[in-house]
Every structure is written in structure tokens, then in C-alpha cells.
């Protein structure tokens, strides 16, 4: 198989698993998590895995002068994105939120064609149609039945756009290092940024 095959076998691992999280982060909310609670569980299990994944790995450091960018990717790729994501959630269905998901490869694009100056091939706009298709096909065969609110929805879709200015501004420091080292510190310092609310509500969280 060519590299670049493989490439995009990883990608459809990673959309399966976005796929699979909205249900069983929905069933957590339900089952008693607050939202900030799911935040900062999901913060604090990533950042203990990275930090052991790092150990056992390659060993890097951060240039000075990208900590600031760092702190920004963390910001639009984690803490907003699967902050609002856990949010979104407690307001809405994860059908709901599968179908405004599929905002994120179109906004995706549009920003890399304004932020890369990457070009809107023609395969890109199909790929991109067939995808919105099958998001209005699954709207106009549920209609109502959906149990979700606007804001809710809303709410998912700023988190669909903040990591998608994730990946499109900060494009040269996901390629500058290796991703065991750029996750565990964009989960240090969203771990940092949730701890506030999230051990909050930890403490008056009923975990049996």
C-alpha cells in the first residue's frame, strides 16, 4: 500500500472514532458527567497517555518562540474544540452533531484556501458535495424526530470551526514536531485551562 493510501486509512480510523465518540460522550452526560467534568476527564486521561508516550519516545523541546503559538493551538484545537464539543452535547443529540460536523471539511477548506493559498480542486469540491449531500439526505429523512436544540447545534458547530482553524493556521507547527510531543503539551495546557470548572464539578460529581 502507498504512503499515501495509508494516510487515508488513518483518516477514516480517526473520522470512525469522532463517529463513535458523540453517542458514548452523550450516554457520559447523561449519566451523570457535567460537561465540564467530561472536559477536564478527557484532558487529564490524554495528558497522563501522551506524557507516558513520550517517555518511551522521541525526546524534544518546544522553541521558545513557539510557546505562544502553542498556547493558541491548544486553545482552537482542544480546549474549544472538545470543550464546546462536550457542551454542544449536553444540548443536543449526536445525530444532530454528526450532521453539523460535516461543516468541518468544508470550512477546513475555505480557510487553507485563504490562510494555505491552497487551491479548491475540482475532486476536493466533490468530495465535499457528496458529503453535504448525505448530511441533507439524513436531515430531510429525520426531520423532527431529531431530539436536539439550535443552540446546542450551534454550539457544536463553533467547535467544528475552531478545529478547523486549528488545523489550517497552525498548519507549519503540527509539521514542525512530532505529535506525541505537540499533543502533550496542547493537553497540558488545556488540561490547566479546564482545571478551574472541571475540578469544581468534579468534587460534587455522584461517581458510583
Known amino acids: 500500500m502507498s504512503p499515501r ?12 472514532i469522532f463517529g463513535i465518540n458523540g453517542p458514548f ?23 497522563i497517555l501522551f506524557w507516558i508516550a513520550y517517555i518511551w519516545g522521541t525526546r ?25 464539543f462536550a457542551i454542544g452535547m449536553s444540548m443536543t443529540s449526536p445525530v444532530n452533531q454528526s450532521l453539523v460536523a460535516t461543516l468541518g471539511p468544508i470550512v477546513t477548506m475555505l480557510l487553507a484556501a485563504v490562510v494555505l493559498k491552497e487551491p479548491i480542486t475540482r475532486l ?21 424526530s431529531t431530539a436536539g436544540s439550535t443552540l446546542g447545534d450551534l454550539i457544536c458547530a463553533t467547535a467544528t470551526v475552531s478545529y478547523a482553524i486549528y488545523l489550517t493556521s497552525f498548519k507549519t507547527l503540527i509539521q514542525k514536531y512530532h505529535p506525541v510531543t505537540l499533543m502533550k503539551w496542547l493537553f497540558v495546557i488545556s488540561l490547566l485551562g479546564s482545571a478551574p470548572m472541571g475540578l469544581r464539578d468534579m468534587m460534587r460529581t455522584e461517581w458510583s
Open 124 to 144: 476536493k469540491g466533490i468530495g465535499v458535495f457528496v458529503g453535504a449531500s448525505g448530511a441533507l439526505l439524513l436531515i430531510s429523512t429525520n426531520g423532527s
Open 25 to 47: 460522550t452523550k450516554a457520559l452526560l447523561g449519566g451523570g458527567l457535567t460537561p465540564y467534568t467530561h472536559m477536564f476527564c478527557r484532558f487529564l486521561g490524554a495528558t
Open 60 to 84: 524534544e523541546r518546544i522553541d521558545l518562540k513557539d510557546w505562544g503559538k502553542m498556547a493558541l493551538a491548544s486553545l482552537t484545537g482542544i480546549f474549544f474544540n472538545q470543550g464546546l
Open 5 to 16: 493510501w495509508r494516510l487515508h486509512l488513518v483518516m477514516l480510523c480517526v473520522t470512525i
